[in-house]
């Protein structure tokens, strides 16, 4: 099993803005009202193509389908929170917290990876029906996955069910390790809407925000958990955590990269770039519209495909 793949979905936008219904409870985001629609995703497109751009240009496996400009979803430019691609020929469909992001869920997607581009579905687990009880589990943002390990990181939070994550794990035959991470949302601690915004599994590390995991034994549980497996902890600030530091991905290229916003990698040490860096190189693209408008960042905008080839 491996940790990290040189293929990756991306979804290109087409009409990306501040989504009103996700901004309810995700702190991350910010209305640019000094912005056109059409100059947010002008900005929001000009900023995908040059993070696809750069993925490619180092050996990665860019899959990039096209919006469709039928459905109202502005944050389609986030797939890996509807859809989950396993080793074994299983896909994973998510229950979406906002109604307007249900409709990012696609069957030609699937389709088109099997049709056009060689990859075998065996098998969809969908989870789709926790939105009839308001439950949700948002993918492989509400949950970062030690895909070697089996290990289910979980922040529990309006988006992320603890039910609906250990369903999950019962059918993929994970591990959970179920925690509360929190923010500084106006001298308030506020949970942190997806589990991937404050850590990242990669193969041979681990970063992670522990200062936004309040309760003392669910901080040492995480940190045994993570040393049992292994891998180096680096660890980052809650200050650097709203920077969208945690929120990285490690994909194969010619090599391992681990990929970050610019606004990421802006405020990183020069200890925590080395500590990186002695793992794999750093890859780095501005995000700033998507970032604000969207609350999420590189990671969100990355779907891993672990799919086997047709023969």
Not at 80 to 98: I, K, R, T
Not at 252 to 281: F, H
Request: overall charge negative; glycine content about 6%.
């Amino acid at each position: 099993m491996k940790q990290i793949t040189n293929s990756i979905m991306m979804i290109k936008p087409v009409g990306f803005r501040y989504n009103k219904q996700t901004a309810v409870n995700n702190y991350y985001q910010q209305a640019l009202d000094n912005l056109t629609s059409d100059k947010i995703q002008e900005n929001a497109l000009n900023e995908f193509n040059s993070l696809a751009e750069k993925l490619q240009s180092v050996g990665v496996n860019v899959i990039v389908i096209e919006d469709d400009k039928a459905t109202d979803t502005p944050d389609s430019i986030f797939p890996n929170n509807w859809v989950s691609f396993h080793n074994d020929g299983v896909v994973g469909l998510y229950p979406m917290c906002a109604e307007n992001r249900r409709d990012e869920r696609r069957e030609d997607i699937l389709d088109a990876l099997v049709d056009e581009y060689g990859f075998v579905i065996e098998e969809i687990k969908d989870f789709t029906e926790f939105e009839d009880h308001d439950k949700f589990l948002e993918g492989t943002g509400s949950m970062v996955l030690d895909r070697e390990n089996k290990i289910c990181y979980a922040a529990i939070s309006i988006r992320t069910d603890e039910m609906a994550v250990m369903q999950f794990c019962e059918e993929f035959g994970y591990r959970p390790v179920c925690f509360t991470a929190n923010q500084d949302v106006n001298g308030e601690r506020m949970a942190i809407y997806h589990t991937n915004v404050m850590m990242c599994v990669g193969d041979n590390f681990t970063v992670i925000c522990l200062d936004a995991i309040d309760n003392v034994l669910e901080r040492e549980n995480i940190i045994e958990n993570i040393e049992e497996t292994g891998k180096k902890i680096i660890e980052i600030t809650e200050a650097q955590n709203q920077r969208f530091t945690g929120n990285m991905l490690q994909v194969m290229g010619d090599k391992p990269y681990l990929v970050m916003s610019s606004s990421a990698y802006s405020c990183l040490t020069v200890e925590q770039k080395n500590t990186i860096e002695r793992y794999c190189p750093i890859l780095h693209s501005s995000l700033d519209t998507i970032e604000t408008c969207g609350g999420g960042s590189v990671r969100c905008m990355m779907a891993e495909i672990f799919l086997p080839k047709q023969k």
